[in-house]
C-alpha cells in the first residue's frame, strides 16, 4: 500500500500509474489478441460481429467499473484518515453491493441482447455472432464484477503493483486459451468470450488473495450486518459514476447503429480501429486512477494545495504522454490494423482505408480525450461524481447529434468525428467545474 498524502507528487502520480498502465495495456493487448484471432482465423463477418456486440458489452462493463470505481473511493477517502474500523465497514458493504448488482445486471443483459440487437440493424450475417458472444460475456459479469471490485480496492490504497501481476497473469492464460479454444477447438466466437472470462477468474482469486494478507485489519463477520447509511453513501458515490458509463455507452450504441447501416465492410473497418481505441486511451486511463487515488487520500487529509498542484503536474504529464502516442498512430497505425484484417485483396483495402481514415482523426485530437480524463479523475477524487455523471450526458449529447446529422452532408466521414465532438464538450465543462471546485477548498 503507498501513502499518497507525502512525497512529490508528479514522481508519485508517475509511479503509481505506470504499474496501471502496463497492466492496462497487457488487458488491451489481450482484447487485440481476442481480436486479431477471430479476425484472422473466422473472417470478416466473425471481426463485424465482435464490433456490433462492442458497444453493449462496453455498456455492461462501465457499469460494472463504475459502480467498483466509485465504492474505493470511499476506501481511499478512509485510509487517507486513517480510520481502520471505517475501512472495515465499508469493505463488507462493498462485497454485499457487489453481488446484488451483479446478478442483477447479468439478468438484465440476458434479456435485452437479443431485441437491443435487432433495433440496431445489425446485418443478417453477423447478428448471430454478436448474440453469442454477449451472452458468454454477461453470464461472466460477477467474475468481472469482483475482479474491478478487488483491483479497485488495492488502487485506493496506493497498491498499484497486485493489479499489474493479475494483468499479466490474466493476459498468459487469454492468449493461450484464445488459441485453444478457437483454433484448436474451433469453439468460434465463444471461444474467444470463455477465454476472457476464464482469464479473469484468474486475476480476480489472485487479487483477492494479496488484498486480504495486505489489509490492516480483518474483515469480521459482524461487518456484514447490514449498515443502511453506508450502503446508502456507497450507492450515492457509485451510481452516478455507474450511469455516466452507461450514458457513454448508450452514445456509441446509437452510433453503431449508424454505422451499421453503412454495411460489414464499414462495420469491419469500425471496428478494426475501435480495438484500438483501448492503447489511445491506456494511459489516460493510468493516470486518472492516480489522480483519484491521490486527490482522494490528500481531500482525508486535508492538503487541499497539495491536490490542486498534483493536478497540475498529472495533466503535464498526461498531455506529453497522448503527443508521443498520437505520433506513433499515425507512423505506425496502418501496420498494426492489417493485424485484425483478412479476406480478398478487395475487402482488405476497403477495411484498411476506413479503419486508418478514423485512427488518424482520433490520434490527432488524442490531447483532448487527456485532458478529459485528467479533470474526470480530479473531481472524482474529490468525491464529486455528479459532474463527471454530467459530462457522460454530454458525451451522449454530442455524440449522437454529431453521429446522426454530419453524415447527412459529409457522408460517412461524419462518423469518424462523433467521438471527437464528444470528447471536446465534456472537456470543457469538465475543466470549468474542476476550477470552480478547487478554489471553493480556498474560501
Not at 488518424?360 to 474526470?376: E, F, K, N
Request: hydrophobic letters at 55%; aromatic letters at 12%; proline letters at 2%.
Amino acid at each position: 500500500m503507498k501513502n499518497m498524502i507525502v512525497g512529490k507528487p508528479m514522481k508519485l502520480i508517475f509511479l503509481f500509474a505506470m504499474p496501471l498502465m502496463l497492466g492496462n495495456i497487457l488487458q488491451q493487448l489481450y482484447t487485440l489478441v481476442d481480436t486479431m484471432i477471430v479476425g484472422q482465423f473466422l473472417g470478416v463477418d466473425a471481426l463485424a460481429s465482435l464490433g456490433a456486440a462492442d458497444w453493449i458489452n462496453w455498456a455492461m462493463l462501465g457499469i460494472v467499473m463504475g459502480f467498483t470505481q466509485g465504492f474505493s473511493i470511499r476506501i481511499s477517502y478512509a485510509y487517507g484518515a486513517q480510520d481502520f474500523k471505517r475501512m472495515e465497514k465499508i469493505m463488507a458493504m462493498i462485497l454485499i453491493a457487489c453481488f446484488v448488482l451483479g446478478i442483477i445486471l447479468t439478468i438484465g443483459v440476458q434479456v435485452i441482447i437479443t431485441p437491443l440487437l435487432h433495433l440496431l440493424k445489425t446485418p443478417d450475417n453477423i447478428i448471430e455472432g454478436s448474440i453469442t458472444y454477449l451472452r458468454v460475456m454477461s453470464a461472466g459479469v460477477l467474475i468481472v464484477m469482483f475482479y474491478n471490485c478487488f483491483s479497485c480496492i488495492l488502487r485506493a490504497l496506493g497498491n498499484s503493483r497486485t493489479p499489474l501481476i493479475a494483468m499479466m497473469s490474466a493476459a498468459i492464460i487469454n492468449i493461450i486459451l484464445d488459441l485453444l479454444f478457437v483454433c484448436v477447438f474451433h469453439f468460434g466466437i465463444a471461444g474467444a468470450a470463455i477465454a476472457t472470462l476464464i482469464a479473469q477468474m484468474a486475476a480476480a482469486l489472485y487479487c483477492y488473495d494479496v488484498l486480504k494478507k495486505e489489509l490492516p485489519f480483518t474483515i469480521h463477520k459482524e461487518s456484514f450486518s447490514f449498515d443502511y447509511p453506508t450502503m446508502k453513501g456507497l450507492i450515492r458515490i457509485g451510481t452516478p459514476l455507474a450511469f455516466q458509463n452507461a450514458i457513454i455507452s448508450a452514445g456509441g450504441i446509437v452510433v453503431q447503429s449508424v454505422v451499421n447501416s453503412f454495411g460489414f465492410l464499414f462495420v469491419a473497418g469500425f471496428t478494426a480501429t475501435n480495438k484500438l481505441y483501448g492503447l489511445l486511451e491506456v494511459a489516460a486511463i493510468s493516470f486518472g486512477y492516480a489522480i483519484t487515488t491521490f486527490n482522494s487520500q490528500n481531500l482525508g487529509a486535508k492538503q487541499y494545495e497539495r491536490m490542486k498542484h498534483g493536478v497540475f503536474q498529472a495533466n503535464l504529464l498526461s498531455l506529453t504522454t497522448s503527443l508521443i502516442i498520437s505520433i506513433m498512430m499515425l507512423i505506425f497505425g496502418k501496420s498494426i490494423l492489417l493485424l485484425f484484417i483478412s479476406g480478398s485483396v478487395h475487402q482488405i483495402e476497403v477495411v484498411l482505408s476506413i479503419a486508418f481514415r478514423y485512427l488518424s482523426i482520433m490520434a490527432i485530437c488524442l490531447p483532448i480525450l487527456y485532458v478529459l480524463h485528467t479533470y474526470r479523475s480530479a473531481l472524482q477524487g474529490m468525491e464529486n461524481t455528479f459532474i463527471p455523471m454530467l459530462s457522460g450526458i454530454v458525451e451522449l449529447i454530442m455524440r449522437i447529434g454529431i453521429a446522426l446529422f454530419l453524415p447527412l452532408f459529409i457522408g460517412q466521414d461524419g462518423i469518424y468525428y462523433a467521438e471527437v465532438f464528444a470528447w471536446s464538450g465534456a472537456a470543457i465543462l469538465l475543466y470549468i467545474s474542476y476550477r470552480v471546485k478547487i478554489k471553493a477548498y480556498f474560501k
